[in-house]
């Protein structure tokens, strides 16, 4: 891995695994088998990518490091059937990338300013995703897991859990990188659910309602809601309108937005 050579980028989030066991994790982790389409999000240097390379025999890896695209090459003769995607991740259309070959499941040690835009790009493409194994700054990891009544559930919780089972694996402490980030990280696996188990059929609505209810969270749902319904319509949907917003399950979101969007006009409007 001698010809990489330049020093680790800031504005990309270039925060290099160094700790061997940790890579033995994610790639158990990961556990690829015969057929999957694994793709990783951010290389670098290689740390994940060789691993599994060497386990799976071929890998796509999209990265946007220039710098970083023919040492990966060089790096991988020999080892197995390297694909690089020298691109912003956010410019890649995942279904495109699936085709008829089948969803991916992506990897990554994700550049921690642009991971939440990178969960919700995946998102886009649920029906192109099986599964996602991330490695994120810890505190996300936690808001992600989260449940009802705790401190950190929110509405990065009620949006991903809606779409996917979020499971937090382990956590990764900062020397395990180099440079070492001044966080704690976690990595975390993301399945998104089949679409007739999600029961959303707005999604800007459903959008909506979490971002308001969550807005205010110390306001009840017929205060923090006030713009987009009414009382009697939170309790048409069978919720009571002083809960507040951290108290509610995920499937009461999916229920209050489906009954909203079922409204005539007169009632909520998205
Ligand atoms: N996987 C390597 C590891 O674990 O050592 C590197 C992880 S580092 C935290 C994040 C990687 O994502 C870097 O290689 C960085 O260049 C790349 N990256 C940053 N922004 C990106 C983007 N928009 N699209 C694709 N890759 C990006």
Redesign the pocket.
Known sequence: MSSFKAPP?KN???????DRSIIDQIVRAVNPKPGDRLV??????????FPLLRKHGELTV????RD?ITPLMEAAEGVGQLTIIH????QVDFSKLAGDEGPLRLV???????SSP?LFHALDHADAVLDMHF?LQKEVVDRMASEPGSKVYGRLSVMLQAYCTVTSLFDVPPAS?RPPPKVDSSVVRLVPKPADQIGIADRVLFERVVREAFGQRRKTLRNALQLTCSGADIEAAGLRPDARAEQLQVSEFVQLAAHLGSLTVGGASA
Do not use: R
């Open positions: 980028k990309l989030g270039q925060h290099f695994l160094t990783e999000i951010g290389p670098g240097q290689g740390a994940i990518t999209i990265e946007f490091d970083l691109k912003d991740v956010l990554g040690n994700l550049p921690y300013n642009i990178i490695m990188f």
